[in-house]
């Protein structure tokens, strides 16, 4: 009977031990340099990409204008600007594709929007909101860098 009682403590305060929370990893100086709030959070615009009204464009100058866009996406990407971009798989919305700024507002938002030459052509149209989100995703294209063999 003692033993078991004692069995009965030791696993008691063994398992509110490990209840509690453990102590944060947080590093003030990384989120300084992403520019996190106290929640570890930011704003970014989020564009989703719908199909245009341009449908006119021969093939030849629609592939032209996406590779452009194609262009714009990796020098905004390398200058910070781009943290997420993709496309989306087919569907019946004309759903396109997504790009994440790294960009408080959409007036900023905008301006990048028109660097788009196939936003431009009226192939694609953007649809700009604000938008609350870890401020981490910044560093997901250093990771996608080192998982990916080719390039797209």
Known sequence: MKNSLQILAFLLITSIGFSQETDTKYDESLAKSLKADEYGMKKYVFCLLKSGTNTTASKEETKKLFEGHMA??????KEG????AGPFMKNDRN???IYI??????EEAQALVTTDPAINAKLLEAELTPWYATAALQETLKIHEKIAKKKI
């Open 95 to 97: 759903y396109r594709g």
């Open 101 to 106: 700024f790294n960009v408080e507002t959409i």
């Open 72 to 77: 714009n996406i990796g020098k905004l990407a």
């Open 81 to 84: 600007k781009l943290v997420v």
